[in-house]
């Protein structure tokens, strides 16, 4: 069965086969071409020879009786052609026109594509060609080339039953297109293509079947057998729906409510493993500070530690005399008495002796580290980083000084050894003649002289401290070492010194106003520094250090909050020590604890700075607690608010006499 718009012979066809490529030819004639005949029962089919041989003795004037011709005498006649067929056996003549069109037999196996884009084709659309007609003669056939520009396929063609005009779209009959030039009528799938605008109006369920009747029959090969169901109401259909979206509503909320579960459940083990967190990090704390109290206790190293040391000795003999009173009446209680203060001078002779050996040491750490810096060399760093060390004359000589001092205080020596330092030192120190100078060399010539006599070691011990100790006081003075004009003390004026001199009515001796303690109350001590030190170890023997790290803590977190803070720095020990003691009693706001150990400064109004009236004094772990306090008021009780401002009175009432605070704050 041929395809729309194709008329061929049946020895045709097996040769179509052969080709997967089929060349349709369709020729527009003059009047007089070759004419389709009838049928005996009328109907239009084209001859079995269509243009088989075109004539040359046809009239010159036959392009003017195309011209003349009506569109609907015209013929257009399409036949299949054959490989190696020329277009004169075609029958196109000279100056005529022809379309043909190309399509593939097997377009699923044997596809057509062209080479390039049609954007990019620069083959002409009009070709002209030479076609031998004679020997040696030759005519030019112009052969036009219709592109179509429209992406979409060829849907065939059909032939006009009254007409027997060729069209090439069978969507929409329009007619063939004349070229205005040469009066050639052209048949051009772009001109013949409209643009259709198309919506579709079918439903997505069929609404009909078309069936057998008069006239049609469908075959029933493929029908099946549909048995109906059970017929469904509209309430029942509303009914499943209902149940179905309870039942989805259902796992959704089961869903929402186990995640809610297990966000909670992960919120509770977070909660929980910060308290053990805060817990075991308070417990190491405690820990920390037991092992510190009990290394100084066993160790100690400066007045702190021998402070603590005289308190925990004062507060076993409170316990001893507490138990003596209760247990012993008359006589025994004297004796125990006795026995108890004989104990405790021992512990003071042995606490005694043990600090004179520190304090040695500590004096000796002095003094080398003293000697250390004044030999050092001067070092900068250059712009690339690296570091750069010169020595200067007097670093030189700094140097050699801390050496012989190295030297001479070397306990115990070989005698050769000790005589070469001596000799050394003598070298020295002769360069300069003064009554320091002539002290040493003294010293030195009847230490030589013992030695001479073979004096033991230990008996001149004490010559050689006096020799470390005249030598030590030559290197401290600047005209026989320069370096240490930087390390020395500059000593003011007695003129200046004038008006900051006060009188200690401990030592009875004047003494600079940074020897005595300052209070912010603004009354000076009648004490210096030592004569406290001394007055605390002989009666009260408190300690200090714990007050002394709650103040350090509190400048520390002061300091985190707003680096301008001034109040906690300006406060001391002893102004901790009443705050702790007379104004909260030594106790935990909130719990009661006395820990003194455990107990820290917190800011009562977190939006403002601390002071003594905007303090809380609470263990360090209701501090962490309290400062996620934003409203007090809704926090704490009316009756806790008051009694908490109660204090802050008390403080305040004590620290403005202080003019410094009294000016800042507007007290």
């Known amino acids: 069965m041929s395809k729309p718009g194709e008329t061929r012979e049946e020895g045709e066809n097996e040769k179509t086969r052969e080709s997967p490529q089929t060349v349709r030819s369709t020729t527009t004639q003059p009047p007089g071409g070759g004419r389709e005949e009838k049928s005996e029962d009328g109907s239009d089919e084209p001859s079995a020879t269509v243009l088989d041989a075109v004539k040359d003795q046809m009239p010159d004037d036959a392009d003017e009786q195309d011209k003349e011709m009506n569109v609907k005498n015209s013929t257009a006649t399409g036949r299949v052609v054959e490989e190696k067929q020329s277009l004169m056996e075609l029958g196109i003549r000279p100056h005529s026109s022809t379309q043909m069109e190309m399509s593939s037999s097997d377009p699923t196996s044997y596809p057509l594509r062209l080479p390039?884009?049609?954007?990019?084709?620069?083959?002409?659309?009009?070709?002209?060609?030479?076609?031998?007609?004679?020997?040696?003669?030759?005519?030019?056939?112009?052969?036009?080339?219709?592109?179509?520009?429209?992406?979409?396929?060829?849907?065939?063609?059909?032939?006009?039953?009254?007409?027997?005009?060729?069209?090439?779209?069978?969507?929409?009959?329009?007619?063939?297109?004349?070229?205005?030039?040469?009066?050639?009528?052209?048949?051009?799938?772009?001109?013949?293509?409209?643009?259709?605008?198309?919506?579709?109006?079918?439903?997505?369920?069929?609404?009909?079947?078309?069936?057998?009747?008069?006239?049609?029959?469908?075959?029933?090969?493929?029908?099946?057998?549909?048995?109906?169901?059970?017929?469904?109401?509209?309430?029942?259909?509303?009914?499943?729906?209902?149940?179905?979206?309870?039942?989805?509503?259902?796992?959704?909320?089961?869903?929402?409510?186990?995640?809610?579960?297990e966000q909670l459940r992960r919120e509770r083990a977070r909660r929980l493993a910060w308290f053990d967190l805060q817990e075991r990090k308070c417990k190491e704390e405690k820990e920390a500070q037991l092992r510190e109290r009990r290394r100084r206790w066993m160790n100690p190293q400066n007045k702190e530690?021998?402070?603590?040391?005289?308190?925990?000795?004062?507060?076993?003999?409170?316990?001893?005399?507490?138990?003596?009173?209760?247990?012993?009446?008359?006589?025994?209680?004297?004796?125990?008495?006795?026995?108890?203060?004989?104990?405790?001078?021992?512990?003071?002779?042995?606490?005694?002796?043990?600090?004179?050996?520190?304090?040695?040491?500590?004096?000796?750490?002095?003094?080398?580290?003293?000697?250390?810096?004044?030999?050092?060399?001067?070092?900068?760093?250059?712009?690339?980083?690296?570091?750069?060390?010169?020595?200067?004359?007097?670093?030189?000589?700094?140097?050699?000084?801390?050496?012989?001092?190295?030297?001479?205080?070397?306990?115990?020596?070989?005698?050769?050894?000790?005589?070469?330092?001596?000799?050394?030192?003598?070298?020295?120190?002769?360069?300069?003649?003064?009554?320091?100078?002539?002290?040493?060399?003294?010293?030195?010539?009847?230490?030589?002289?013992?030695?001479?006599?073979?004096?033991?070691?230990?008996?001149?011990?004490?010559?050689?401290?006096?020799?470390?100790?005249?030598?030590?006081?030559?290197?401290?003075?600047?005209?026989?070492?320069?370096?240490?004009?930087?390390?020395?003390k500059v000593h003011k004026k007695p003129s200046e010194l004038q008006h900051d001199m006060f009188f200690c009515h401990g030592c009875q001796r004047y003494l600079w106003s940074a020897d005595f303690g300052s209070s912010t109350t603004g009354c000076r001590s009648r004490r210096c520094r030592n004569c406290t030190s001394l007055d605390n170890v002989a009666r009260s023997r408190d300690d200090n250090s714990v007050y002394q790290s709650i103040l350090r803590r509190l400048r520390t977190d002061e300091l985190r909050l707003n680096p301008e803070t001034s109040i906690p720095f300006l406060l001391q020990v002893d102004d901790i020590r009443y705050l702790i003691e007379k104004v909260w009693a030594s106790c935990s706001a909130l719990n009661g604890s006395r820990d003194i150990y455990n107990l820290a400064f917190a800011r009562w109004d977190i939006q403002e700075d601390w002071s003594p009236w905007n303090c809380i004094l609470l263990s360090k772990e209701e501090t962490s607690a309290h400062t996620q306090v934003e409203h007090i008021q809704k926090a704490y009780e009316t009756t806790f608010i008051q009694w908490i401002e109660q204090k802050h009175s008390m403080a305040r009432q004590h620290f403005s006499k202080n003019p410094v605070i009294a000016k800042n704050l507007g007290l």
Request: with cysteine; net charge neutral; charged share 30%.
């Open 116 to 261: 390039l884009p049609p954007e990019h084709d620069t083959m002409p659309d009009v070709i002209t060609v030479q076609v031998q007609k004679d020997e040696g003669v030759f005519k030019e056939v112009v052969v036009e080339i219709e592109r179509s520009h429209q992406k979409k396929p060829f849907l065939g063609g059909y032939r006009h039953r009254l007409t027997g005009a060729e069209y090439h779209n069978a969507t929409v009959q329009t007619l063939p297109k004349k070229r205005p030039d040469r009066g050639v009528l052209v048949h051009s799938l772009g001109t013949q293509t409209a643009e259709l605008k198309s919506k579709l109006q079918q439903c997505s369920v069929d609404m009909s079947t078309q069936m057998t009747g008069i006239g049609c029959y469908v075959s029933c090969v493929n029908d099946k057998l549909v048995t109906p169901g059970k017929y469904v109401t509209a309430d029942e259909y509303h009914g499943r729906r209902l149940k179905a979206v309870i039942c989805l509503q259902s796992y959704i909320r089961r869903w929402l409510a186990q995640e809610e579960v």
């Open 305 to 488: 530690d021998f402070n603590l040391l005289y308190h925990a000795l004062q507060k076993w003999r409170n316990e001893e005399e507490e138990q003596i009173n209760c247990s012993l009446r008359g006589a025994e209680r004297k004796a125990a008495l006795c026995a108890l203060l004989e104990q405790e001078m021992e512990f003071i002779a042995a606490i005694g002796r043990h600090q004179i050996n520190v304090e040695a040491i500590n004096q000796d750490k002095l003094i080398r580290n003293f000697l250390n810096k004044a030999a050092a060399a001067h070092q900068w760093r250059s712009a690339t980083g690296r570091l750069f060390e010169m020595d200067s004359v007097p670093d030189i000589r700094a140097r050699a000084l801390k050496e012989i001092y190295d030297d001479i205080s070397k306990f115990p020596v070989d005698q050769q050894e000790r005589w070469s330092f001596l000799e050394k030192l003598r070298n020295t120190v002769m360069e300069h003649e003064c009554q320091l100078v002539w002290d040493i060399i003294d010293l030195i010539d009847r230490e030589m002289d013992l030695m001479g006599r073979d004096v033991k070691e230990h008996n001149l011990e004490g010559l050689r401290k006096r020799i470390c100790t005249l030598f030590l006081q030559y290197i401290r003075t600047p005209a026989f070492n320069p370096k240490v004009i930087k390390l020395l």
